[in-house]
Structures are given as C-alpha cells and as structure tokens.
C-alpha cells in the first residue's frame, strides 16, 4: 500500500524553526512530484511548496525566503525546512505526491506558531 507518512510538527515560537518529513513508502517506483501544503481553521489547503520532477522548486509568496523544501531521491523522502516561523504559518501540513497519474496525500501534521 502506497503511502505518505509526515512527521516532525510541534509548536514553536514565532521566529523559531522546524522541520518536517515526508517519507513514500509501499512504492517500488519514486514519487514525481512532490510537495508540501497547509491548511489552517476556516481557509483553503494551499500549496507551500514543491519540487518537481526535474527537481524545479516553488513556493508560495508567504513563505519565500523562510521555508526550503528538499528532497531525498534514494529514500523517497520529502522536507520542509521553516525557518523565523510566524503565527500565520499555524495550520495543518500536508505532504502531497504524484505517481503514474495518480495524487497522494499524508495525513497531516499540525504546525502551530505562538506570538
């Protein structure tokens, strides 16, 4: 069974760090494209960012400058780097990836930023 498993959330100060993790499992194949999203109380799930295929990274506006996504090819394993983290980074992060046409996504892991 493909899966997405996500850890490394908490609650941090604003301006501190985290980082999270995204490993594939279940998949002889590597994942496409991979990335990162969130979804905070009463908002839309939102792209954060990704890393293609070719190994292109995006990113959202909010976060440029603060947040890294990187990738481990041999272990299939996505993160997100944050950095001066702020209260408006508190949502639930989800990691997300393609294969064969077909969208996956984790299970969320709650981010939460205190002023």
């Known amino acids: 069974q493909v899966q997405l498993v996500e850890s490394g959330g908490g609650l941090v100060q604003a301006g501190g760090s985290l980082k999270l993790s995204c490993a594939a499992t279940?998949?002889?194949?590597?994942?496409?494209?991979m990335a990162w999203y969130r979804q905070a109380p009463g908002k839309q799930r939102e792209l954060v960012g990704e890393?293609?295929?070719?190994?292109?990274?995006n990113y959202a506006d909010s976060v440029k400058g603060r947040f890294t996504i990187s990738r481990d090819n041999i272990d299939d394993t996505v993160y997100l780097q944050m950095n001066n983290l702020k209260p408006e980074d508190t949502a639930v992060y989800y990691c997300?990836?393609?294969?064969?046409?077909?969208?996956?996504w984790g299970q969320g892991t709650q981010v939460t930023v205190s002023s």
């Open positions: 997300n990836g393609w294969l064969f046409e077909k969208q996956y």
């Open positions: 279940g998949s002889y194949y590597r994942f496409h494209a």
């Open positions: 890393v293609t295929s070719d190994g292109g990274k």
